[in-house]
C-alpha cells in the first residue's frame, strides 16, 4: 500500500482538489474531516457529478460529490481480503483506516502489478464472479 496519501477536507472546494490531483498526478483524494477519512473523490466523480451536471467547480464542495460512506480496508487486512473486497464493492482504490485515521491506500492497479501471486486471485475471482465495466480495463491489461 502507498503510505503517504494525498488528502482534501470535505468543504475544500472541487477546483482546490482538481488542483490537488494535478499537481500530485494522482487520480483520487481521500477526504477528510476533523482529521478522520470520512470519502473519497475520484476523476469518475468529477466526471459524474460536476462535469456530468454542469456544476460549477470554485462553488461546489468536495463533501457535496464525493463518494460516501468510505469503504476502507484495515491495516491487519490480508491482501486478499483487500483484493476481495475492492472486487465485491466494485471499487479500484481502497483507503486503508485504523480507528478512522488514514494509513494508506491501496489500488487495483498496485495488487495487478506488484504482486505476481494475487493475479492467481484475480483470475480466480473473475472466473465466479464478471469483473464491473470500469475495472475491465485493469483486468485485461494485468490479469488476462
Known amino acids: 500500500m502507498v503510505e503517504t496519501v494525498i488528502t ?35 476523476e469518475r466523480d468529477l466526471l459524474k457529478r460536476v462535469i456530468g451536471k454542469s456544476k460549477n467547480p470554485t462553488r461546489t464542495k468536495v463533501q457535496d460529490i464525493m463518494t460516501k460512506p468510505l469503504i476502507a480496508g484495515y491495516s491487519d487486512m490480508d491482501l486478499e481480503d483487500a483484493t476481495r473486497l475492492m472486487f465485491e464493492k466494485k471499487i479500484k482504490k481502497l483507503p486503508v483506516v485504523d480507528h478512522g485515521r488514514l494509513r494508506g491506500l491501496i489500488t487495483l492497479t498496485d495488487v495487478a502489478r506488484f504482486q505476481p501471486q494475487m493475479i492467481k486471485i484475480l483470475k480466480k475471482l473473475s472466473d465466479h464472479v464478471s469483473a464491473p465495466q470500469r475495472m475491465k480495463k485493469v483486468m485485461n491489461y494485468y490479469v488476462c
Open 8 to 42: 482534501v477536507e470535505a468543504t475544500a472546494t472541487v477546483m482546490k482538489a482538481v488542483k490537488l490531483m494535478n499537481e500530485n498526478e494522482i487520480g483520487c483524494l481521500v477526504v477528510t474531516k476533523k482529521g478522520r477519512a470520512v470519502g473519497i473523490i475520484t
